[in-house]
């Protein structure tokens, strides 16, 4: 396990322990799992499929129940789902009956009550110009390419101004040409707002590009952390200084050889 | 311009006329030549062919009735009288016409007589109330009830009075079964619980419906002073055809997207903003396609209802031209079922649209 001393803990799992009950017994997916997420860093978590990470992450999110041990946020245990946990599921899960407005206004109507109509307005239009939809606010969700649907997704949760930023696999179901548009909006916003992120990806250059620390988790059952990586590129990236770095084929390396085994 | 009205085709569903469309404005002229042989000339030929059969099998039957009638005359009242049957037969004097399968040519007529017959009485109705308009405004003025026509309804009134019985009995089959469905999908130890319930109730006869309806209804209106046998017509009409619409419901209403609920539980929403932003949005396709069976169903039933209940409408009009047996009610009751077929068809086309403004899936 790591220790963080040097700024605050914003997110911590603590013995966290997740067992899906099945008929021949139960199926221990993760157990005591230990892992800190310091204020404004973002943390990627990589690993071979079926080994726990969307478990963990609908865990933190507060939408999968947990079997024992804690999560703390803040240093308070969370209590179910929340807008301080915005989440971006792989599928965009935008309301296709709404426009793309009024898929980002519902949150924003719920985390700024007292807020007026024109700010939230202007809340929503914000985040969606931010990740490149000005000129598509009225379009129905339905209307949009799965790329698109993307982007607000990202834009909706940003505008909850969460504590905690939740990805799974956000750019899993893109085609390679999208995976790095968005990967490019999402530091983009993400360096203007600096909220603490959990990402879960299959992709080794996009978890190097994109962020602090790379967990990597040993194959379930039981799973556990196995390995870290620090990235030490400075911020802001940019894509071909980061790909030109002398040390990014080095990380590379090391994600590449923990997952070959 | 052309694509507008290829557009409107498509949605009022006449897509059949779009390669006429095209053929006209001289596009591929080959393909959609084919396509108007097998859309359009094939069912006109069909029609023909089928208009043609029937022809023939009413002939048939005909002459088998006319041997039988001058047969049963022989016998009963000797060769002179089969005789003057047989003339009196073949003269086409309407009083001793066969009563048999009538004919295309007959059923025309018999719509023609009932056009006819509707002019009349619109007619009558109209002199009636010119006449009683005076008396009627003095008989208002001293607050007694005016006077009402009461004369025979016409054919078209029938249809009418079908179609008003039908919408109520919609409605109240929706008012009824959207907000149980929903209530049924949101709780599924209701769910469990009410079950049987549904599959008891839903494959009830609408004649056994009728009677329940009629025995609850006699006691609760004894007194009032209003048409029971169109409010019993009407609500088992809506008991009747309300299942489809309630199951259709619940179903959408217990499985939305779980990632929809996940927003949902995200966003925090309250339950009120839960159910009608994101469970019923999500369910109005199925709701819609329920509705859509509710009311072919309810028009179903309507006429075999009417019949029974004795309350006017296309049903009783069958049965009472059925009763009456007059030479021409056969082809009546031939011209009354193709109304009724032709309506059905109309509402399911209106109820399909509805269902297509209102889906958010199908629009491409
Ligand atoms: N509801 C459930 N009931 C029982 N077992 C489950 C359930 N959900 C997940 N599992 C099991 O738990 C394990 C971890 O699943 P999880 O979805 O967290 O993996 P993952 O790391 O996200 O995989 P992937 O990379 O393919 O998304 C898998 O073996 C899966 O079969
Ligand atoms: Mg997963």
Redesign the interface.
Known sequence: MEIVTDTKVMLECKDLTKAYPTPTGDFVVLEDFQLQVKEEEFISIIGHSGCGKSTLLTMVAGLNEITAGQVLLDEVPINGAGPDRAVVFQSPSLFPWMTALENVMIGVKQVFPHATKAQRNDICKYYLSKVGLADAFHKKAIDLSQGMKQRVGIARAFALKPKVLLLDEPFGMLDSMTRVELQDVLIDVWSKEKITAIMVTHDVDEAIFLSDRVIMMTSGPYAKVGDVAHIKLKRPRERHTVVEHPNFYKYRQHLLTFLDH | MGRKILNSFHWLGFSFLEPLVRLIRGEEPKKNGLIIFRKVIVPIASVLLFLGVCNYFAHYLYAVERERKIEKTLATQGEEAALAMQECIDSGDLSCKPNSLPSPGDVWNGAVTLIEDHKTISADKEAFREKTAGINAKRKAQGKEPITYTGRPSFVDQIMTSLETVFAGFLLAALLAIPAGIVLGLSETLRTALNWVIQIFKPVSPVVWLLLVSMVVKTILASADMDKSFVISFISVGLCSMWATLVNTAMGVSSV?K??L??S?????GVF?NVF??IL??S?PLIFTGLRITLSVAWMVLIAIELLAQSPGLGSFVWEEFQNGANDSNAKIIVAMFVIGGIGFALDRMMMLVQKAVS??S?A
């Open positions: 997207d990632d929809y996940n927003v539980k995200v966003l925090r929403l903003s932003k994101v949005p999500s109005i958010y899936e629009r």
